[in-house]
């Protein structure tokens, strides 16, 4: 699944904090094309901040966020960087998709209208068009046939799995997944894990902060460990997660395996 060449995500430097309480210290991050980098760590420890630093909704007070060598949020200026107008911003958010962790679907819309509100609007694609493409990515995510329901009858699993069919439907070069299934029963957090292991395998670049350590195990490239919004251990996940050097690494593993 790793990919060659230059990393597809650079993160240099970054720092954010809010108010007196620092969240990210200084992280460098390298993601390369068709890599899955899983993002682990306590509460607390800058994992959903960084996620969202990538894609520009949070804003570093120092550092930058690279994808596909384009400043996001940013353009240079000699030794300076200039924050880009929103339109330009928003241009650059649409080859990122953002799950997160509640569904955040329209709940007046019905399913396939939530897939394919981002390409019309955003991208501009006739709405045959969208619907089409909508119709494709619901059946890839297990959800053929339901493309007239309303967020409200269906599961938690199946709406998270319409959030990541409305993801995919703007072509997206990344993925973002912030704690996808923090929010659904134990019994629907497999067949969510299930469509993003099939991302993976398709060789789609992914970020996901998760808690699912046989997901990390089976599916991640790389594992990067945060405390204290630092990156302290970062490798192989049968390293990271069968020997990790650091104490706090393994303080972690040790409560939640």
Request: proline share 5%; with cysteine.
């Amino acid at each position: 699944m790793t990919g060659g060449g230059n990393p597809l995500v650079r993160v240099r430097g970054l720092r954010k904090s809010f108010g007196g309480t620092t969240v990210l210290d200084g992280i460098d991050l390298d993601v390369r094309e068709g890599e899955v980098t899983v993002l682990l760590g306590p509460s607390g420890s800058g994992k959903s901040t960084l996620l969202r630093c990538v894609n520009h909704l949070e804003k570093p007070d120092a550092g930058f966020v690279e994808i596909a060598g384009d400043l996001v949020g940013y353009r240079r200026d000699g030794a300076r960087l200039r924050e880009l107008p929103p339109r330009a911003v928003t241009r650059q958010r649409a080859q990122v998709g953002m799950v997160f962790q509640q569904f955040n679907l329209f709940p007046h819309l019905t399913v396939l209208e939530n897939v394919t509100e981002a390409p019309v609007a955003v991208r501009g694609s006739s709405r045959p068009q969208a619907a089409a493409r909508a119709r494709e990515l619901l059946e890839r995510v297990g959800l053929g046939g339901r493309e007239g329901a309303y967020p409200r009858q269906l599961s938690g699993g199946q709406q998270q799995r319409v959030a990541i069919a409305r993801a995919l439907a703007m072509d997206p070069r990344l993925l973002l997944f912030d704690e996808p299934t923090s929010a659904l029963d134990p019994e629907l957090v497999g067949e969510v894990l299930g469509v993003m292991q099939d991302l993976a395998l398709s060789g789609m670049t992914m970020i996901v902060v998760t808690h699912e350590i046989g997901f990390a195990r089976k599916v991640a490239d790389t594992v990067v460990f945060l405390d204290g919004g630092r990156i302290v251990e970062s490798g192989a996940p049968a390293d990271v997660l069968t020997a990790p050097r650091h104490e706090r690494a393994r303080a972690f593993l040790s409560a939640v395996l």
